[in-house]
């Protein structure tokens, strides 16, 4: 009862005050970060002056590229070395932090170096009997079934900020060179990204090859392919692509630019399809039965032509992790690409 109360006083004293410094801890990929930008918009929208942050554990060049329009957002390293804990040290005590969502326990040892350096600490429930002690504000959190930006307005409204952006954006720098130099012209290609960075959530090279000649075989005479990904990604689809299909090597702000000028993208449920739905793009994602609360109505709304391909009853009894996911490669790729004939000819 006692902690309970200190906890109460603690998140009353820095909402009566205004928040002044906010910093949120995020896994280290596209999606999770941009889900840590929208909460951090809201903030900024009430508290304009407020100093904010994100912090990531690796990857820290990726997200800071990732946010090089953002002047206000500001990306840290958040890891085990001294060099990290100093830093994070250095910028002094949080009015507020929030630790991020997830489906098992995140860790203690992040839990207390968050509780350290926050006056008011907010975070979802998980399995650990010790989380009531440690935060200000402990959110429910139940399965995994709810959406993400539905979480994030969650921990806005434990803090009392309201929601002022209702819908995730995105903002590049200009990249008015990038169609040039790829040999595209705006609206009249499609992009096409197909990797996950896991097996458990992607598709086999045989899949991946199947849906990029269905695409081919229906997209209008003349739009190109454009393959996305790492070098070495885009290297292991082969060399028997379609004539139309063109690999790209981009920066994070080329591939938003990309998106952005494309027709339709077609893309796993990765960070380059969260760029895509951010940048409010006809959209087609293919999902495992693990990812299906990204792409709700909840997450972007309704005005974004988005259409969701997954098999969740191949996974009735559970995601298996041990090879390509299933619920991926049982998705009619004839299916998808007929989706993308319809949704072209919708928005042409």
């Known amino acids: 009862m006692v902690i309970r109360y200190m906890q109460n006083v603690a998140l009353r004293s820095s909402t009566c005050m205004g928040i002044k410094k906010v910093l949120t801890f995020r896994a280290s990929s596209i999606g999770d970060s941009l889900m840590g930008k929208y909460f951090l918009e809201n903030i900024r929208a009430a508290y304009p002056e407020a100093r ?13 590229d990732l946010f090089a329009a953002y002047s206000w957002l500001e990306v840290v390293e958040a890891n085990k070395t001294p060099c990290s804990l100093l830093a994070l ?22 839990k207390l170096f968050a509780r350290f350096i926050a006056r008011t600490l907010v975070g979802y429930a998980d399995k650990s009997r010790l989380s009531r002690f440690l935060y200000t504000k402990l959110i429910p959190l139940v399965g995994r079934s709810r959406a993400p930006r539905l979480l994030e307005c969650d921990a ?25 130099r790829l040999g595209l012209q705006a ?55 379609p004539l139309q299909a063109v690999s790209a090597q981009t920066t994070l702000q080329e591939l938003a630019a990309l998106v952005d000028q494309s027709a339709l993208m077609v893309s796993l449920d990765t960070g380059a399809a969260h760029l895509a739905a951010h940048l409010q793009k006809p959209l087609i994602v293919l999902a495992s039965c693990v990812g299906v609360q990204w792409w709700g109505s909840d997450m972007y709304g309704e005005n974004i ?36 004939r319809k949704l072209f000819r919708m928005t042409a």
């Open 52 to 64: 904010l942050a994100l912090a990531v554990s690796s990857r820290v060049g990726m997200i800071r």
């Open 89 to 110: 040290f250095k910028r002094g005590r949080n009015d507020v932090a929030v630790t991020p969502y997830t489906g098992g326990v995140y860790p203690l040892a992040p």
């Open 156 to 180: 806005l409204a434990a803090i009392g900020t309201p929601v002022s952006i209702p819908r995730p954006t995105f903002t590049y720098l200009p990249q008015p060179q990038l169609l040039e």
């Open 187 to 241: 609206k009249n290609y499609t992009v096409l990204h197909l990797f996950s960075g896991s097996d458990a959530r992607g598709l086999s090279l045989k899949r991946k090859q199947e849906l990029i000649q269905a695409l081919a075989a229906v997209l209008p005479e003349g739009m190109k392919l454009v393959l996305t990904g790492s070098d070495k990604e885009r290297e292991s689809l082969g060399n028997s692509l």
């Open 305 to 340: 032509p988005t259409s969701l391909f997954t098999r969740l009853d191949v996974c009735k009894d559970g995601h298996d992790y041990s090879g390509y996911a299933k619920c991926l490669e049982a998705i009619d790729v004839i299916e998808v690409a007929e989706k993308a």
